[in-house]
């Protein structure tokens, strides 16, 4: 039964990982913190289950795929037509801006989608697959190998490609990569439709195991938060590491104390990392930076 607790821990620290991914993107190519994760999380998933899919008829991957463009889209805008206005203020007021845009995104999906919540099945079915001995279900297999590729891909995308060593360079020194030529605005857009695309991925993922409601994203964007400091704050490979890490600690917890105080242990587990170490796992270089 444990075995089977910490696969399902695994699972969710996937999602918690993807959210913590994005929070880390953002940080280190725009010194803010999007608090808007947790609700492109929510408007990603209504615009999945009720446009796409229930709307639309259209199949899962073409779905997901229409999802992540719009996602990656109202993230850019967002980029643009609001953080490069802000620029030249405080980082505080970018980070308002972002809380604002989360509350927009929520009810937006409540005007558009109603307040009921939704219900979606699993294109993968109900079934479970036998592994060494644990009977883990379809959908729970596919968000740690789907979440496992996207993490792949993003590493060598980031490493080996143009668009990477120029995203990398923007999120290393600013003002030295536009004296570069390289088009800041443009990188910094793309930012931060990546990691809207991870928190729609996320929605995506998440809609057959919760009924997908306005509230869905906002506890989740917030683990996504605490998985981030756990791992080390801005680090790439300590958001990761932090995501799967709370996942199984919060799962066990639950499972050996009681379901009931399941978001509290999250939280217990932010504040013992930030008593014991808080510049987390895999602290990164330059976290600390302005």
């Known amino acids: 039964m444990l075995g089977q607790v910490i696969v399902s821990g695994l699972a969710m620290g996937c999602i918690y990982a993807l959210i913590a991914l994005g929070y880390a993107y953002v940080w280190n190519t725009m010194a803010i913190v999007n608090f808007a994760a947790g609700e492109f999380l929510t408007f990603s998933a209504f615009v999945f289950v009720a446009t796409f899919t229930t709307s639309m008829h259209l199949p899962f991957w073409l779905a997901a795929l229409l999802t992540a463009a719009v996602m990656a889209l109202l993230g850019a805008v967002f980029s643009r037509l609001v953080f490069a206005r802000l620029q030249r203020q405080k980082a505080l007021v970018a980070i308002i801006a972002t809380v604002g845009f989360g509350i927009f995104l929520k009810e937006m999906a409540r005007i558009i989608y109603g307040p009921e919540p939704l219900l979606y099945a699993s294109p993968f079915g109900d079934g479970v697959v036998d592994v060494g001995g644990l009977r883990i279900p379809v959908q729970q297999l596919v968000i740690m190998v789907i979440v496992v590729l996207v993490m792949v891909l993003q590493y060598l995308v980031l490493r080996y490609t143009t668009i990477g060593k120029v ?110 170490r808080p510049q987390g796992l895999l602290p990164e270089r330059n976290a600390d930076r302005a």
């Open 167 to 276: 995203m990398r360079a923007t999120a290393l020194d600013r003002e030295t990569a536009q004296l570069m030529g390289i088009p800041v605005n443009r990188v910094l857009a793309g930012t931060f439709a990546f990691s809207s695309v991870l928190a729609a991925l996320a929605g995506i993922l998440l809609a057959p195991l919760f009924y997908v409601t306005t509230e869905m994203g906002t506890l989740v964007g917030l683990k996504g938060f605490v998985a981030m400091i756990i791992g080390g704050f801005g680090s790439v490979p300590g958001a990761i590491l932090g995501g799967v890490l709370l996942g199984v600690i919060e799962n066990v917890g639950a499972f050996t104390i009681s379901s009931t105080y399941k978001d509290a242990i999250a939280f217990g587990v932010l504040l013992i990392f930030l008593l014991v």
